[in-house]
């Protein structure tokens, strides 16, 4: 993937939404995750699955670790045995190149959790 690669850049207010034509570019590179709209903005929406609720703690915890360093920051929920995670970008209410980039990290983050056993 080479978004997961990528890393965010600062948005202003007049920073661009992505087009039509480019989540149809960018989607592919994150197909878990669904395309929603909630009050007229879009987002990136998924939901990960687990067998306790100790891993859907360290995995939220990762996710944040993620978002600070990257400086955008998604809405997370967690449960027992689950966390729905959702990206876009607040300052534009929208979504942005970097909330495909963080969907990517989110994945690849619960990709090695996976691989380890949790």
Do not use: Y
């Not at 197909?31 to 100790?54: C, N, S, V, Y």
């Not at 703690?57 to 990257?70: P, V």
């Not at 929920?77 to 990517?104: C, Q, Y």
């Amino acid at each position: 993937m080479a978004l997961v690669k990528e890393k965010c850049v600062a948005c202003r207010r007049d920073s661009p939404r992505v087009t039509d034509k480019e989540i149809a570019e960018l989607h592919p590179e994150v197909p878990d995750w669904e395309l929603t709209e909630a009050d007229g903005i879009k987002r990136l929406e998924r939901t990960f699955r687990f067998h306790d609720f100790a891993a859907p703690l360290e995995f939220t915890a990762r996710i944040g670790e993620a978002a600070e360093s990257e400086g955008h920051h998604p809405r997370v929920t967690v449960e027992w045995g689950r966390v729905a995670v959702e990206w876009w970008t607040h300052k534009i209410k929208g979504l942005h190149r970097n909330d495909f980039i963080m969907a990517s990290k989110t994945d690849q983050l619960f990709a090695h959790m996976q691989q380890r056993g949790d």
